[in-house]
């Protein structure tokens, strides 16, 4: 494909994604974050590709608890194998930057969500699970938080990464409003019409307490700023959802 097309851009979004499947299937998603990356990093290099885009993830940011979440926190305590394979990936990037002067964002993305979301991420599932009536499990005792962000923001995002010129810099791409899950519960009641049956489970030893995004070296640098609300991309998903039923 390299060969045949000659990009000038590589937007590495491929992975295997999630938390708690990543205990699992260790070696698998090793395999493919890790080695994947390695494999786009040294074709990216061998074809002389002028910018690559590394998608991230705000885990990397792990056992940390300074909120918001900064560029330059530490990364060395992560808390999923999925959570390091991504500080890993990062890490590689850089290496092809120093030693080949491969030109590498890596955008460190928090909680993405919208229309066509993957069935198996919270709030595909949990709109699945109101929607049948069927029982909802809360991990732990709904305080934990998470920095929504809106699919089009990111891929707003995105774009403006591939209009910059940096030999290698991360960026938080995030919406910087962290929401607590029963919070999000809550607004998908609303938005759906219909109430959960909560099944109330011990917190996962994966699961961070909050991400929160500082945004403020992306918006100096990027120009990158977030135009949905957490509300309005649950009432935008939730349009899309009910029309698939």
Known sequence: MFREARPEAVVHLAARAGVRPSLLYPELYTSVNVSGTVCLLELSRKFEVRQFIFASSSSVYGKFH???????????????????????????????????RLPVTCLRLFTVFGPRQRPDLAIRSFAQLIQEGR?????????????????????????????????????????????????????????????????????????????FASLEKSRRLLGYAPQVSFEEGIRLFVDWFKGRH
């Open 66 to 100: 300074r909120v918001p979440f900064a560029e330059d926190d530490p990364i060395s305590k992560p808390l999923s194998v999925y959570a390091a394979t991504k500080a890993a990936g990062e890490m590689l990037a850089f290496t092809y930057s120093h030693l080949y």
């Open 135 to 211: 029982e909802l499990p809360v991990f732990g005792d709904g305080s934990m938080s998470r920095d929504y962000t809106y699919v089009s923001d990111v891929v707003a995002g995105i774009d403006q990464a591939l209009g910059s010129n940096y030999r290698f810099e991360i960026f938080n791409i995030g919406n910087s409003h962290p929401v607590r899950l029963d919070y999000m519960i809550e607004t998908l009641e609303r938005a759906l019409g219909k109430s959960a049956k909560r099944v109330h489970l011990p917190a996962a030893a994966t699961e961070m307490p909050v991400t």
